[in-house]
């Protein structure tokens, strides 16, 4: 098994910046790609930003350039720097943690709320 626990939502105003981070512990050597998903309200989850183990990175156009996903293998951590943010970045963010085989780990979910 695998525990992940994000930290680093909060309310900020359009254009500001936050930092998410999430902490993963137990069966840590199953996990390969370490990514941040987002539920905004109606919506469905939808992937932000994705890194592996050799920390090459893949992002959603919507938060290209603005957002930088990073990852410490020493800590066991991996980040999201969230830039320039807008309203529309409101939304429940979600740390991901997938085995090779496609298992899926998921945190509790952190809040972000961008006022304007």
């Known amino acids: 098994q695998v525990q992940l626990v994000e930290s680093g939502g909060g309310l900020v105003q359009a254009g500001g910046s936050l930092r998410l981070s999430c902490a993963a512990s137990?069966?840590?050597?199953?996990?390969?790609?370490m990514g941040w998903y987002r539920q905004a309200p109606g919506k469905q989850r939808e992937l932000v930003a994705v890194i592996n183990r050799r920390l090459s990175t893949n992002y959603a156009d919507t938060v290209k350039g603005r957002f930088t996903i990073s990852r410490d293998n020493a800590k066991n951590t991996v980040y999201l720097q969230m830039n320039s943010l807008k309203p529309e970045d409101t939304a429940v963010y979600y740390c991901?943690?997938?085995?090779?085989?496609?298992?899926?780990?998921w945190g509790q979910g952190t809040q972000v709320t961008v006022s304007s």
């Open positions: 137990g069966s840590i050597f199953l996990i390969n790609d």
């Open positions: 991901n943690g997938a085995t090779t085989t496609g298992f899926n780990f």
